[in-house]
């Protein structure tokens, strides 16, 4: 089946890296998404990647524990690094290029990130992971996700999470929740549903980026979103 999409920005939760661990990162779960996103690459897709750092450090619940917010949100900004070179290690392994940009410059750890090098890299066919968050603090990751998606010029933002799209509540505490297939994002908006943060809402509703959220814990689905399957809910402006 003919691809969906051209170029991706695939946003990864870092609590989802954890699997079945309760801190840092799965092994088993890291090659699962390593398999997954080696799938795709494999179809020509451009993909860009931004990762969470919850499953190492939460600068917003670091702050209640006594760490200024700009350092809470610093030392979150490089457990998504980490992520990110595991990630990349992991999608090595398997034979895919992928290659870390940060937002902070620390050669040699990562290349320091600008559009221009990300979208060389992604024609070239290597898998951009983009690290750091925006580079500033009081921006969470899914803010930074939106801003790279736009940046790139990506087709679709995917975020993958471990529910299976968007509910009018949350389905693991109200077991009566409905699933969107298809909603805009001035309804997500006006019914607050927790989908990302308001500032990367606005942003991709503004810039037209569109939003696929989906299930990235269930082996197969990335292919799937990827070949237009109806899995997950679509959010548009």
Same mark, same amino acid.
């Given at each position: ?45 451009? =993909? ?33 690094? =980490? ?128 939003? =696929? ?25």
């Amino acid at each position: 089946m003919e691809k969906k999409f051209k170029r991706i920005l695939l946003k990864l939760s870092g609590e989802s890296l954890m699997g079945g661990k309760s801190y840092g990162i799965d092994e088993v779960r890291l090659s699962e998404y390593a398999a997954q996103i080696k799938e795709v690459a494999a179809t020509g897709v451009q =993909i860009g990647i931004v990762i969470g750092g919850g499953n190492i450090f939460r600068g917003l619940s670091g702050t209640s524990k006594g760490f200024d917010r700009v350092k809470g949100d610093q030392m979150g900004m490089l457990a998504t690094v =980490i992520n990110s070179l595991a990630l990349s290690s992991a999608l090595n392994a398997t034979g895919v290029k992928a290659t870390v940009l940060t937002s902070i410059r620390m050669e040699p750890i990562g290349e320091y990130y600008s559009k221009n090098r990300a979208v060389d890299l992604l024609r070239q066919g290597t898998v951009v992971m983009i690290a750091g968050g925006t580079g500033n603090p009081f921006f969470t990751t899914d803010t930074a996700a939106a801003l790279r998606g736009i940046e790139i010029e990506a087709d679709v933002m995917l975020k993958g999470t471990r529910v299976d799209g968007i509910y009018t509540a949350d389905p693991e505490k109200d077991p009566a929740a409905e699933k969107f297939d298809e909603i805009t994002f001035d309804e997500v908006y006006n019914r607050n549903l927790k989908v990302m943060d308001l500032t990367a809402t606005t942003m991709c509703k503004e810039n037209n980026l569109p939003l =696929i959220v989906f299930d990235m814990d269930t082996v197969g689905n990335l292919r799937k979103v990827m070949h237009g399957e109806k899995i997950g809910t679509f959010v548009h402006p």
